[in-house]
């Protein structure tokens, strides 16, 4: 059973930072491409990044040059690094493998 576990939310104040870790078990996780996607009240949910197989890697441009995304294969774990948060980043993000998503990890950004 494929199952993403997403950890690393919380609360910050504007401009501050937070890691957000996803753990997929399984060697399915070497093979396939790896998102965050996120999903504030109201809307709808949204592609924030995406990490492939290669490590290439793709944002949405509201994240652009604030947000990173990696991966580590050895530890079957995708990362998304988060800086300069704002209100508007306040979502709950989601950890994306094919058709399996993890449960969520609530963020919020305070101004």
């Known amino acids: 059973q494929v199952q993403p576990v997403e950890s690393g939310g919380g609360w910050v104040q504007a401009g501050g930072s937070l890691r957000l870790s996803c753990a997929v078990s399984?060697?399915?996780?070497?093979?396939?491409?790896v998102g965050w996607y996120r999903q504030a009240p109201g809307k709808q949910r949204e592609l924030v990044a995406q990490?492939?197989?290669?490590?290439?890697?793709h944002y949405a441009d509201s994240v652009k040059g604030r947000f990173t995304i990696s991966r580590d294969n050895a530890k079957n774990t995708v990362y998304l690094q988060m800086n300069s948060l704002k209100p508007e980043d306040t979502a709950v993000y989601y950890c994306?493998?094919?058709?399996?998503w993890g449960q969520g990890t609530q963020v919020t950004v305070s101004s």
């Open positions: 994306n493998l094919l058709v399996w």
């Open positions: 399984g060697s399915i996780f070497r093979l396939n491409a």
């Open positions: 990490i492939d197989t290669a490590d290439n890697t």
